[in-house]
């Protein structure tokens, strides 16, 4: 593992009790950083905690809910240095016509309204003190509009359009905002996929394998550190080659 200098640094990362959370957190803590777990499943991150050891903080915050996101921040202490925002839902694998309504909605206000919730809340502090990281996980489904995923598409694509505007609203300022970009990275989330869409992805990919947390995980580690100082706005690759653009 390579070191990556997050000595001092403290970050708040959504959806951090499993999954890509899980493993960014790991990575933050290997390379110096405080961090702090948001989950909406308070014992998930109960197990979180245990498994990351002394020094991990965790707030139980449901992203999707505005006022839920208000209360996490004044519940987090201490300064935050970087924000990550990795809470998400699939929704299900069902043509356009057929999508439930409700699943829509749960869809985009997860990945969508709660990412926007935490960045509208945590920009102010991160101004207050001219510094700051954020990065979001889009998906490449974001670029390339995955069939029987209309919902989970066009959330990601929404967030890295989010991405490309707070990044110039915030470029004249000490904070840096960007965005990665996984194929499918295999974590509990496959347990809301059907087969066929799990193989429809992996056939798209040019490596002929799914990504790895810890790619991941080393990806935004490293898109919160000083050494990421004239990125904003942008958008990390992470498809094994699926999307090159």
Request: hydrophobic share 45%; net charge neutral; with cysteine.
């Amino acid at each position: 593992m390579n070191q990556l200098d997050l000595n001092g640094r403290h970050a708040v990362i959504t959806g951090g009790a499993a999954g890509l959370g899980l493993a960014i957190a790991q990575r933050m803590l290997a390379s110096g950083a405080r961090v702090t777990l948001w989950d909406r499943d308070p014992q998930a991150l109960a197990c979180a905690a245990g498994q990351l050891g002394a020094g991990v903080r965790t707030v139980a915050v449901d992203v999707s809910e505005h006022a839920s996101v208000v209360q996490a921040v004044a519940q987090t202490e201490g300064a935050i240095d970087a924000l990550v925002n990795s809470a998400g839902v699939t929704g299900p694998n069902t043509r356009l016509w057929d999508y439930p309504p409700e699943a829509w909605r749960q869809v985009l206000d997860v990945n969508l309204n709660g990412l926007f919730y935490c960045c509208r809340e945590i920009v102010p502090r991160m101004r207050e003190r001219n510094w700051g990281r954020i990065v979001n996980i889009a998906s490449v489904a974001g670029k390339d509009g995955n069939p029987n995923a209309s919902a989970y598409s066009a959330s990601k694509a929404a967030v890295i359009a989010l991405t490309k505007s707070l990044g110039k609203e915030l470029a004249d300022t000490g904070i840096r905002v960007n965005c990665v970009t996984p194929a499918a990275v295999k974590t509990a989330i496959f347990d809301q996929m059907t087969p066929e869409h799990i193989q429809f992805m992996l056939s798209k990919i040019p490596m002929g394998r799914f990504g790895l947390p810890e790619e991941v995980a080393a990806m935004v580690g490293w898109l919160c550190t000083e050494d990421c100082s004239f990125s904003t706005g942008a958008v990390f690759d992470l498809s094994g080659g699926r999307s090159s653009y």
